[in-house]
Protein backbone atom coordinates (compact mmCIF):
# COMPACT_ATOMS: atom_id res chain seq x y z
CA UNK A 1 0.00 0.00 0.00
CA UNK A 2 1.21 3.64 -0.84
CA UNK A 3 1.75 6.66 1.31
CA UNK A 4 1.07 9.82 0.84
CA UNK A 5 4.19 11.52 -0.54
CA UNK A 6 3.35 15.23 -1.21
CA UNK A 7 1.39 17.53 0.26
CA UNK A 8 -0.92 20.48 -1.20
CA UNK A 9 -2.29 23.33 -0.29
CA UNK A 10 -6.21 24.22 -1.11
CA UNK A 11 -4.55 26.71 -3.78
CA UNK A 12 -2.04 24.31 -5.35
CA UNK A 13 -4.40 21.65 -5.21
CA UNK A 14 -7.33 23.48 -7.21
CA UNK A 15 -4.76 24.64 -9.73
CA UNK A 16 -3.57 21.52 -10.28
CA UNK A 17 -7.19 19.87 -10.95
CA UNK A 18 -7.75 22.73 -13.46
CA UNK A 19 -4.62 21.99 -15.30
CA UNK A 20 -5.91 18.45 -16.19
CA UNK A 21 -1.44 17.13 -16.09
CA UNK A 22 -4.09 14.24 -14.39
CA UNK A 23 -5.94 13.50 -17.10
CA UNK A 24 -4.10 11.63 -19.17
CA UNK A 25 -6.36 12.47 -22.60
CA UNK A 26 -9.74 11.98 -20.50
CA UNK A 27 -11.66 14.60 -21.44
CA UNK A 28 -14.80 14.04 -18.75
CA UNK A 29 -14.39 16.81 -16.00
CA UNK A 30 -13.32 16.04 -12.53
CA UNK A 31 -16.98 17.66 -10.64
CA UNK A 32 -16.28 20.84 -8.46
CA UNK A 33 -17.59 19.06 -5.65
CA UNK A 34 -14.40 16.65 -5.39
CA UNK A 35 -11.92 17.54 -2.33
CA UNK A 36 -9.52 18.75 -4.65
CA UNK A 37 -6.46 18.28 -1.87
CA UNK A 38 -7.35 14.82 -1.27
CA UNK A 39 -7.39 14.26 -4.78
CA UNK A 40 -3.92 15.78 -5.99
CA UNK A 41 -2.35 14.46 -2.87
CA UNK A 42 -3.82 10.23 -3.40
CA UNK A 43 -2.74 10.96 -7.20
CA UNK A 44 0.96 11.90 -6.22
CA UNK A 45 1.14 9.00 -4.39
CA UNK A 46 0.00 6.48 -6.67
CA UNK A 47 0.41 8.04 -10.03
CA UNK A 48 0.82 4.91 -11.59
CA UNK A 49 -2.77 3.68 -10.22
CA UNK A 50 -4.36 6.67 -11.94
CA UNK A 51 -2.67 7.26 -15.02
CA UNK A 52 -3.78 3.40 -15.37
CA UNK A 53 -7.58 4.17 -14.93
CA UNK A 54 -8.00 7.05 -16.68
CA UNK A 55 -6.04 5.62 -20.09
CA UNK A 56 -8.62 3.05 -19.59
CA UNK A 57 -11.65 5.43 -19.15
CA UNK A 58 -10.38 7.15 -21.96
CA UNK A 59 -9.56 4.30 -24.46
CA UNK A 60 -12.28 1.71 -23.37
CA UNK A 61 -15.67 2.13 -25.31
CA UNK A 62 -18.31 2.06 -22.41
CA UNK A 63 -20.92 1.89 -24.40
CA UNK A 64 -20.00 -1.10 -25.02
CA UNK A 65 -17.77 -3.12 -23.56
CA UNK A 66 -19.38 -6.03 -21.58
CA UNK A 67 -21.12 -5.22 -17.67
CA UNK A 68 -18.87 -6.29 -14.51
CA UNK A 69 -15.56 -5.86 -13.30
CA UNK A 70 -12.82 -4.94 -15.23
CA UNK A 71 -8.88 -5.33 -13.73
CA UNK A 72 -6.79 -3.06 -14.48
CA UNK A 73 -4.22 -3.87 -11.95
CA UNK A 74 -5.44 -6.69 -10.06
CA UNK A 75 -6.27 -5.82 -6.78
CA UNK A 76 -4.93 -2.14 -6.31
CA UNK A 77 -7.33 -0.85 -9.58
CA UNK A 78 -10.25 -1.46 -11.36
CA UNK A 79 -13.82 -0.34 -13.08
CA UNK A 80 -17.05 -2.11 -13.01
CA UNK A 81 -19.38 -0.85 -15.20
CA UNK A 82 -23.11 -1.06 -14.22
CA UNK A 83 -26.05 -0.81 -16.09
CA UNK A 84 -28.97 -0.15 -13.45
CA UNK A 85 -32.22 1.99 -13.01
CA UNK A 86 -31.84 4.48 -10.32
CA UNK A 87 -33.57 4.56 -7.04
CA UNK A 88 -35.34 7.47 -4.93
CA UNK A 89 -32.98 9.02 -2.30
CA UNK A 90 -35.11 7.18 0.73
CA UNK A 91 -34.17 3.47 -0.92
CA UNK A 92 -31.08 4.07 -1.72
CA UNK A 93 -27.60 3.84 0.43
CA UNK A 94 -24.85 6.19 2.22
CA UNK A 95 -21.57 4.75 2.05
CA UNK A 96 -18.08 4.69 2.93
CA UNK A 97 -15.01 3.00 1.77
CA UNK A 98 -11.59 2.36 3.74
CA UNK A 99 -9.24 1.16 1.49
CA UNK A 100 -10.01 2.44 -1.98
CA UNK A 101 -11.68 5.37 -3.99
CA UNK A 102 -14.72 5.36 -5.39
CA UNK A 103 -14.65 7.47 -9.22
CA UNK A 104 -18.45 7.34 -10.16
CA UNK A 105 -19.06 8.10 -14.19
CA UNK A 106 -22.55 8.31 -15.14
CA UNK A 107 -22.08 8.48 -18.89
CA UNK A 108 -25.76 7.17 -19.82
CA UNK A 109 -28.73 8.23 -17.33
CA UNK A 110 -30.08 10.87 -15.39
CA UNK A 111 -29.14 10.98 -11.68
CA UNK A 112 -27.49 12.45 -9.08
CA UNK A 113 -24.50 11.71 -6.42
CA UNK A 114 -25.01 12.45 -2.55
CA UNK A 115 -23.50 13.44 0.01
CA UNK A 116 -23.86 13.22 3.76
CA UNK A 117 -22.82 16.52 5.56
CA UNK A 118 -23.73 15.94 9.06
CA UNK A 119 -23.82 13.34 11.69
CA UNK A 120 -24.39 9.48 10.06
CA UNK A 121 -24.90 6.43 11.79
CA UNK A 122 -23.37 3.35 10.87
CA UNK A 123 -26.16 0.25 9.73
CA UNK A 124 -24.05 -2.34 10.41
CA UNK A 125 -20.25 -3.59 10.62
CA UNK A 126 -17.63 -2.67 7.89
CA UNK A 127 -17.63 -5.45 5.46
CA UNK A 128 -14.04 -5.92 4.65
CA UNK A 129 -15.19 -7.93 1.47
CA UNK A 130 -16.79 -5.06 0.05
CA UNK A 131 -14.87 -2.75 1.71
CA UNK A 132 -18.03 -0.69 2.53
CA UNK A 133 -19.78 0.85 5.73
CA UNK A 134 -23.26 1.98 5.28
CA UNK A 135 -25.23 4.53 7.05
CA UNK A 136 -28.37 6.27 7.29
CA UNK A 137 -28.72 10.10 8.64
CA UNK A 138 -31.52 12.58 9.41
CA UNK A 139 -28.99 15.45 7.83
CA UNK A 140 -29.20 16.94 4.80
CA UNK A 141 -27.48 15.28 2.03
CA UNK A 142 -25.94 17.49 -0.47
CA UNK A 143 -26.87 16.18 -3.88
CA UNK A 144 -24.97 17.72 -7.44
CA UNK A 145 -26.34 16.66 -10.63
CA UNK A 146 -24.15 13.66 -12.84
CA UNK A 147 -23.96 14.40 -16.32
CA UNK A 148 -21.95 12.50 -18.52
CA UNK A 149 -19.22 15.11 -18.94
CA UNK A 150 -18.03 15.04 -15.47
CA UNK A 151 -17.25 12.27 -13.17
CA UNK A 152 -17.10 12.34 -9.08
CA UNK A 153 -14.39 10.85 -6.58
CA UNK A 154 -15.26 9.68 -3.14
CA UNK A 155 -12.63 9.04 -0.39
CA UNK A 156 -12.85 7.45 2.76
CA UNK A 157 -14.05 10.11 4.46
CA UNK A 158 -16.86 10.86 2.29
CA UNK A 159 -20.11 9.32 3.26
CA UNK A 160 -21.65 9.97 0.08
CA UNK A 161 -24.91 8.48 -1.81
CA UNK A 162 -24.64 7.45 -5.30
CA UNK A 163 -27.19 6.41 -8.02
CA UNK A 164 -30.09 8.34 -7.01
CA UNK A 165 -32.32 9.35 -9.47
CA UNK A 166 -32.92 12.88 -10.74
CA UNK A 167 -36.64 12.42 -11.75
CA UNK A 168 -39.19 10.24 -11.40
CA UNK A 169 -39.92 7.65 -13.60
CA UNK A 170 -36.45 7.02 -12.91
CA UNK A 171 -34.83 6.02 -16.86
CA UNK A 172 -31.65 3.43 -16.82
CA UNK A 173 -28.29 4.37 -16.15
CA UNK A 174 -24.76 3.18 -17.15
CA UNK A 175 -22.03 3.73 -15.17
CA UNK A 176 -18.03 3.55 -14.99
CA UNK A 177 -16.96 2.69 -11.13
CA UNK A 178 -13.53 2.94 -10.57
CA UNK A 179 -12.07 1.45 -7.47
CA UNK A 180 -8.35 2.86 -6.76
CA UNK A 181 -5.79 1.92 -4.21
CA UNK A 182 -5.83 4.69 -1.59
CA UNK A 183 -2.71 5.98 -0.21
CA UNK A 184 -2.66 6.32 3.70
Not at 92 to 99: F, M, V, W
Not at 110 to 122: F, L, N, R, S
Not at 164 to 183: F, H, L, W
Request: some cysteine.
Amino acid sequence: MSQITKTFTPAEAKAWVESREWANGFEVKADESINAVEFAQQYAANKELWDALFAFLRDADLKTIAAGKHDIIPGRVWVNILEYTPKDAAATKIESHENFIDLQWTFEGDEVMGVATGKVTPTGPYDPVKDRTNYTTEEEIVYSPAPADRFFLYFPCDMHQPSVSAKQPATPSRKAVGKIEYAK
